[in-house]
């Protein structure tokens, strides 16, 4: 151990801090600047390293990261502001890539896409760095997942159960409540540890979500980062990545872990724009190639690991409610489920608005009992028989009597309407959930 009067150091910490030094920079210049992209001769970097463009007539410094080559060059995409860059700027390596700091003392901090405290506190009480680009955990080591993840959503605990370390997509046009639910889940949870991440969100939604839907509770247990709409698209793509190294720093550690991302669908639009500067030839209806190879890299990596679990909420905002949508479809096929939010359900004062007919979790066969999924079968039997008939039931065209089971269905619609439905502020414990579903259905349905 090497002591001094502040701190003590350990012998490995210094080797791996000489072996991070680079004695000698490697330095290269811009030689042009076209949309995003920078052009630079030199330095001797490797796809995803980290440079730093110096700008000694404007007294500037941008961080960029090597995305490509052409004809000799490097293609650098800025993870700042471009303003004072200009031609024979100084390019320097770094020699590593983007990391982010960990530790138990970002709990209640909000941090940017490069993981820099935003929120005013202070300075970050950091216990290590890792990269930010990971692999995903061996798919013969990660555990089975058999333990329910209690979110505290009524409609999701009983008829959407979520698992333990299960990845769900949050399907949704905009303005149907997601924010809001995140949000209560964020509250309720089960987790020690809850992950958000907003990015491409509004500027004016994010001091919303924390002190509005987040609330002091919730916010005391999560880490947050923030990658506007207005930042770099590759900060936007980095803030998904880092949340997810944090997510999976807090899982090793042996956590129960709740990542939730808001929206995946910007995420991909953020990627679209960087394969599109770098030439990239579009694809479905203009996403690139590498949209559709970043999602699963990124998103197979929550889940279970060998000790602590990720549990994965990731929203989709899709486009003119187009539930299949190229962004909306890749996602589902990766994901263990999905919940649908209806712009329908919304505009009738019904929230959340899950349609619970719509949603599915491919792990509900391992969550619920025997008789739990018997009684889930059993309404959402008489929630589909109601839209089957709805419309002749609404303009009063459907004789009472003459199917016993429309009769059952009409009459208990109601009573399950009100179940779906759920305060911001109301608290729904599973056993009350099962003990009410119960009670709503304790009367056998008749056959036609």
């Known amino acids: 151990m090497i002591e001094s009067p502040t701190n003590v150091i350990a012998l490995p910490q210094l ?43 404007h007294d500037t410094e941008t961080l960029a990261e090597v995305v490509g080559f052409r004809n000799h060059h490097l293609l650098l995409m800025p993870l700042g502001d471009i303003h004072g860059i200009h031609v024979g700027s100084e390019v320097v390596a770094t020699g590593r890539p983007l990391q982010c700091p960990v530790g138990r003392g970002l709990l209640g901090r ?54 333990r370390g299960q990845r769900l997509g949050i399907f949704a046009g905009s303005g149907v409540g997601k924010s809001t639910l995140l949000g209560m889940i964020a509250r309720r949870a089960e987790a020690d540890v809850n992950v958000i991440a907003l990015i491409g969100e509004r500027g004016r939604e994010v ?11 919730g916010r005391r247990k999560s880490v947050v980062v923030v990658a506007t709409s207005n930042d770099p698209a590759l900060a936007r793509v980095k ?22 991302m808001d929206s995946v669908t910007r995420l991909a639009m953020a990627q679209r724009e960087i394969g599109l500067a770098v030439g990239e030839p579009p694809a479905t209806r203009g996403y690139t190639p590498s949209v559709f190879s970043m999602l699963p890299q990124l998103l197979e990596r929550a889940g279970m690991g060998e000790h602590g679990s990720i549990t994965g909420l990731f929203t989709v905002l899709v486009e003119a409610d187009d539930m299949n949508d190229p962004i909306a479809d890749a996602a589902r096929a990766i994901l263990d489920g999905h919940i649908v939010l209806t712009r329908e359900l919304a505009t009738q004062n019904h929230y959340p608005a ?23 079968a059993r309404a959402r039997d008489l929630l589909a028989t109601y839209r089957r008939h709805q419309d002749l039931i609404t303009i009063g065209a459907y004789p009472p009597g003459t199917n016993a089971a429309v009769d059952e ?40």
């Open 110 to 163: 909000v941090l940017d896409g490069l993981g820099r405290p935003m929120d005013g506190g202070g300075p970050l009480a950091v216990e290590d760095w890792v990269p930010v680009r990971n692999s995903p955990p061996h798919p013969l080591k990660r555990q089975r997942i058999h333990q329910p993840f209690t979110t505290g959503i009524r409609a999701i605990d009983t008829f959407v159960p979520c698992g």
């Open 354 to 376: 899950i349609d619970v007919l719509e949603s599915v979790s491919r792990l509900s066969r391992d969550l619920h009992t025997a008789e739990q999924r018997e009684l889930v």
């Open 409 to 448: 269905a009409v009459r208990l619609h109601e009573p399950l309407r009100r179940f779906l439905r759920q305060r911001v502020d109301e608290e729904a414990p599973p056993a009350a959930g099962w003990a009410a579903l119960v009670e709503i259905l304790k009367q056998p349905v008749a056959k036609s």
């Open 207 to 217: 001091r919303e979500f924390l002190e509005r839907d987040l609330e002091d509770d």
């Open 239 to 260: 803030g998904a990545f880092l949340a997810m190294a944090l997510a999976e720093y807090f899982r090793d550690s042996g956590h129960n872990v709740l990542l939730m």
């Open 15 to 57: 080797i791996e801090r000489a072996r991070a030094t680079r004695v000698v920079q490697s330095r290269g210049r811009v030689v042009q600047l076209i949309g995003l992209v920078i052009e630079s001769q030199g330095p001797a970097a490797a796809v995803g390293e980290l440079v730093r463009i110096e700008s000694p007539r």
